[in-house]
C-alpha cells in the first residue's frame, strides 16, 4: 500500500528543500526525499557559505534574487537562525573585455532599482585597500550582497516541513516515478509513495534519474489523449538531449598574512572578479580562519556515481598565484580544501518548468554555479507551478520546455 500526500519533492538540496517548505507553507501535506543525509557534503548545497548577490548582468536574474530575498528572510523569522548576512558585494573587473560585464550590472540593478555605485581604481582601494588592482579596474559595488549559511539553511528548510505537518526521509533513494496526469507513484528503496503534484530537484544526478531505465513512466489519461502524448513524446525527446554537466570545483581557505582582521566581514566584502577564461570570486573570513575563494567553472567533469572527492593540490597553488597578485595580506597557507559539484546547463541557465501534459510535475536544475542564492525563490516558484501552473517569480529565463535550443557548443 502506498503512502499518500499532496506532493512530493525529490531531492533534498537548496531548490529540492525550498520547494518542499514552500508547498508545506501552502498547506500541502509534503514529502521530501533524500538519498543522503540532510546537508550531506555530496553535493551542490552544503558548507560554510554561499554568495547572495542582486548583481547580475541580466535584470531578469537581478529581479529574481530580489524577489528571493524576502524569502531568506521568511525562513530566518521562522526557523529563528540568523541566515543571510548582507555585509555589501564587489564586481570588478581589469581586463577591458570584461568591462562591459561590471556595467551591466550596474544597468540591471539600477532597472530593477536595486542600490549600486560604478567605482574607479582608486574608489575601490579607498574603500577595500585589500586588493591590489590596475588602475585601468572598474567596479560595482552593492550594498545588498552577502553570505548565506549554505548547510543550516538546508537544514531550517527540512525542519520547516516537518514543522508544517510534512514528512522527511533521508536516505531514501528514488528507483522509479510512474504515474498518469492525475496521479504519481514514486517508489523508493524503502517505500512507495502517490501524490498528485511531484517536484525532481536532484541536481547532479538530474538526468540520471530522468533518463535510467524504466525510471520515468507517464500514460496520459482524457479526451485529447493523442495531442497530449504528442506534446510528452517532444517533452520526453528533450530531456533525452538535455545536456547537464557535472563538474567538480574546488574552493579553498587561505589564511591571512598579515592584517588578518581587515578580511573579517565588517571590513571586506563578497566580490566577483570578472575575467577570462573564468571569473574568480571570494568571502571574507567567516566561521573558519581563513579567506574562501574559488574559481568559477574550473573544474573537470566528473561522474557523480563515482566521486572521488580529493582536492587538486594545482587548484590549490594558482588559486594562492592569485592571492599573491591581487590579495597578497591573504596568500599565506591553506586552511581548508573542499569540493563541490556544479550541474550546469548549455546555456548557464537554470531549468524550472512543469513537463509538456502534465502541469503538477516540475523538474528543477537551478544550479549552473550560481544558484544558492535564489534557492527560496526556486522554491516558490516551483510550489507555484505544480499548483497554479504559474508564478510571480521572474523565471523567463529558466522555462526549458519554452525556450529556444541554444546554438550548437552553448555559451
Not at 568591462?99 to 539600477?110: G, M, N, P, T, Y
Not at 548549455?346 to 502534465?358: L, V
Request: hydrophobic content about 40%; overall charge neutral; charged content about 20%.
Amino acid at each position: 500500500m502506498s503512502e499518500p500526500f499532496d506532493a512530493i519533492v525529490i531531492g533534498a538540496g537548496a531548490a529540492g528543500s525550498a520547494a518542499a517548505w514552500q508547498l508545506a507553507r501552502d498547506g500541502q501535506r509534503t514529502l521530501l526525499l533524500e538519498q543522503f543525509k540532510i546537508g550531506h557534503t555530496q553535493g551542490s548545497s552544503h558548507g560554510e557559505s554561499r554568495i547572495f548577490r542582486f548583481a547580475y548582468p541580466q535584470p531578469e536574474y537581478a529581479k529574481f534574487a530580489i524577489q528571493s530575498k524576502p524569502l531568506w528572510l521568511d525562513l530566518e523569522r521562522a526557523s529563528g537562525q540568523k541566515l543571510l548576512h548582507s555585509i555589501g558585494g564587489l564586481d570588478f573587473a581589469d581586463d577591458p573585455d570584461c568591462f562591459h560585464e561590471v556595467r551591466q550590472i550596474a544597468a540591471a540593478l539600477k532597472q530593477n532599482g536595486a542600490a549600486c555605485e560604478l567605482l574607479n581604481a582608486q574608489q575601490i582601494r579607498q574603500r577595500f585597500p585589500q586588493f591590489n588592482i590596475s588602475d585601468q579596474t572598474i567596479g560595482c559595488y552593492s550594498p545588498d550582497g552577502g553570505w548565506i549559511a549554505a548547510t543550516k539553511a538546508i537544514r531550517a528548510m527540512a525542519d520547516q516541513v516537518t514543522a508544517l505537518g510534512g514528512s522527511v526521509r533521508e536516505e531514501e533513494p528514488v528507483k522509479t516515478i510512474w504515474g498518469t496526469n492525475h496521479s504519481f507513484r514514486i517508489t523508493t528503496s524503502k517505500s512507495s509513495y502517490t501524490a498528485p503534484r511531484v517536484v525532481i530537484a536532484a541536481g547532479a544526478w538530474m538526468k540520471s534519474l530522468l533518463m535510467g531505465d524504466k525510471v520515468l513512466g507517464f500514460h496520459y489519461e482524457g479526451a485529447d489523449v493523442n495531442e497530449a502524448d504528442a506534446r510528452l513524446c517532444k517533452a520526453l525527446d528533450q530531456i533525452a538531449d538535455l545536456q547537464l554537466k557535472v563538474t567538480q570545483e574546488q574552493p579553498v581557505y587561505f589564511a591571512p598574512i598579515a592584517k588578518a582582521d581587515s578580511f573579517r566581514e565588517d571590513r571586506f566584502p563578497i566580490w566577483i572578479h570578472y575575467r577570462k577564461p573564468f571569473f574568480t570570486y571570494g568571502f571574507p573570513m567567516i566561521e573558519t580562519p581563513g579567506v574562501k575563494l574559488a574559481f568559477h567553472h574550473d573544474g573537470p567533469v566528473i561522474n557523480p556515481a563515482n566521486l572521488d572527492r580529493t582536492p587538486n593540490p594545482e587548484v590549490s597553488r594558482r588559486l594562492r598565484e592569485y592571492l599573491q597578485t591581487y590579495l597578497p595580506d591573504a596568500a599565506s597557507e591553506v586552511v581548508e580544501e573542499v569540493t563541490c559539484l556544479y550541474t550546469t546547463t548549455i546555456d548557464h541557465n537554470f531549468i524550472i518548468d512543469t513537463i509538456p501534459s502534465f502541469p503538477n510535475i516540475a523538474i528543477a536544475s537551478p544550479c549552473s554555479g550560481h544558484g544558492f542564492k535564489f534557492a527560496t525563490g526556486i522554491g516558490r516558484a516551483l510550489a507555484d507551478l505544480v499548483q497554479h501552473g504559474r508564478t510571480e517569480m521572474e523565471i523567463s529565463l529558466c522555462r526549458f520546455f519554452k525556450r529556444p535550443s541554444p546554438a550548437p557548443g552553448g555559451s
